[in-house]
């Protein structure tokens, strides 16, 4: 089974609304979370991503939660705005010799105007 | 190039014929990904390079894929015998160093086996 999965599969928001989304994970020997990006029709796009051994990251417009007692990472975007519309994916490499960054289902999140 | 090129972006095929999907990573990227990623689902990890060394290539279904990068730049994905299961869209991305943990995706191929 996949050690990386979100609890919602979509997400609708109003624009100017924070949104917030969950990932839950089962590794952890991972080093890092990563989050990505999925416009329709395009590839990934990373966002951001947070180190295990951090509870918050903060980025542009974008912060980042892990909680690592409970294995729960968390993608909080402020003030969404309509180009935010996409798929969001969590990931994580796994210690050890091979760096592979493994992917969730992804949640996809509905900007509303 | 600017970013990560696959050619082709769309592919039908027979089933049992032989596929070539082609990537080239952006200038300078040690690492190139190979993922497969079915519709609404996150990429599925297939195979990955550092310079030309195929590093690991655990997430290949079975023996009928394959992959190369010889002169560590352009790389190859071959699908021998195809069948149906096989259409997916097939995803490559680079980072410029080993364990980064910025990927840069290419727009993919999407492969049809009919």
């Known amino acids: 089974g996949e050690s990386v999965g979100l609890h919602l599969p979509t997400l609708s928001v109003q624009e100017g609304d924070n949104s917030i989304i969950n990932c839950a994970y089962s590794?952890?020997?991972?080093?890092?979370f990563i989050w990505y990006k999925q416009e329709s029709g395009k590839g990934p796009q990373f966002i951001i991503d947070i180190r295990s051994n951090m509870d918050k990251r903060q980025g542009q417009r974008v912060t980042v939660l892990l909680n690592k007692t409970v294995k729960h990472l968390s993608l909080q975007i402020a003030a969404t705005q309509p180009g935010d519309s996409a798929v969001y994916f969590c990931?994580?490499?796994?210690?050890?010799?091979?760096?592979?960054?493994?992917f969730g289902r992804g949640t996809s999140l509905i900007v509303h105007p | 190039g600017a970013g990560v090129s696959q050619s082709p972006r769309y592919k039908v095929t027979k089933r049992g014929q032989d596929v070539a999907l082609r990537c080239d990573p952006i200038?300078?990227?040690?690492?190139l990904y190979w993922y497969r990623q079915a519709l609404g689902q996150g990429p599925e990890f297939l195979t990955y390079f550092n310079y030309e060394a195929q590093q690991d290539k655990s997430g290949l279904p079975n023996d009928r894929f394959s992959a190369e990068r010889p002169e560590g730049s352009i790389s190859t994905l071959t699908i021998q015998r195809t069948e149906q299961r096989d259409s997916a869209m097939y995803r490559c991305a680079s980072s410029w160093k080993p364990a980064d943990r910025e990927l840069f995706f290419g727009e993919g191929s999407r492969l049809t086996v009919l």
């Open positions: 200038s300078g990227h040690v690492s």
């Open positions: 590794n952890s020997a991972s080093d890092y």
């Open positions: 990931a994580e490499n796994m210690s050890g010799g091979s760096y592979i960054p493994t």
